[in-house]
Antibody, heavy 112, light 111 residues
Framework: EVQLVESGGGLVQPGGSLRLSCAAS????????MHWVRQATGKGLEWVSA???????YYPGSVKGRFTISRENAKNSLYLQMNSLRAGDTAVYYC??????WGQGTLVTVSS | QSVLTQPPSASGTPGQRVTISCSGS????????VYWYQQLPGTAPKLLIY???QRPSGVPDRFSGSKSGTSASLAISGLRSEDEADYYC????????????FGGGTKLTVL
């Protein structure tokens, strides 16, 4: 069974940093593209980043230069380093395998 | 404002057939697969349809997807009360501004 468990969310001040983690199990982690998708309360889904099996990374303009996605295949783990956080980054952050299987999410709140 | 356009709401009565549309452009729906997700309140999105019209195992055949040109649709037949949820479409985008784009979501109400 595919399992994705996010962690690392919490309250951070504007301008601060946070690192999210996603622990994967139940599949060969290194063989899949991985994504981060976020959802602000009461809003729709917003794609945040992706990393391919070769380590190639992709970001939308809204987070490019501030967020960094990475993976550690030996630990079956996905990460999202978030810097220069803004109030608009407040959301539940989901990790997803190939956009097919999703974790339960971790809440990030950016507020002073 | 989402790159893919969905109606904000849809409704139907039990047993009815409901369709939800998703409109995009040549850089996303027009040239890539469409995915559909169901999100029940307080839960993570669940994949309903992938590659335009394929159902993952466990998804009832009441759910079906189609694509034509730069638009796609999700159809739900034999509507049930447990189908009341938010539905999102998604597609890869070949433009430089994004890699994956989502629709704004459609709130389905079962009357």
């Amino acid at each position: 069974e595919v399992q994705l468990v996010e962690s690392g969310g919490g309250l951070v001040q504007p301008g601060g940093s946070l690192r999210l983690s996603c622990a994967a199990s139940g599949f060969t982690f290194s063989s899949y593209d991985m994504h981060w998708v976020r959802q602000a309360t009461g809003k729709g889904l917003e794609w945040v980043s992706a990393i391919g099996t070769a380590g190639d990374t992709y970001y939308p303009g809204s987070v490019k230069g501030r967020f960094t996605i990475s993976r550690e295949n030996a630990k079956n783990s996905l990460y999202l380093q978030m810097n220069s956080l803004r109030a608009g980054d407040t959301a539940v952050y989901y990790c997803a395998r190939d956009l097919t299987d999703w974790g339960q999410g971790t809440l990030v709140t950016v507020s002073s | 404002q989402s790159v893919l356009t969905q109606p904000p709401s849809a409704s139907g009565t039990p047993g009815q057939r409901v369709t939800i549309s998703c409109s995009g452009s040549s850089s996303n729906i027009g040239s890539n697969y469409v995915y559909w997700y169901q999100q029940l309140p307080g839960t993570a999105p669940k994949l309903l349809i992938y590659r335009n019209n394929q159902r993952p195992s466990g998804v009832p055949d009441r759910f079906s997807g189609s694509k034509s040109g730069t638009s796609a649709s999700l159809a739900i037949s034999g509507l049930r009360s447990e189908d009341e949820a938010d539905y999102y479409c998604a597609a890869w985008d070949d433009s430089l501004s994004a890699y994956v784009v989502f629709g704004g979501g459609t709130k389905l109400t079962v009357l």
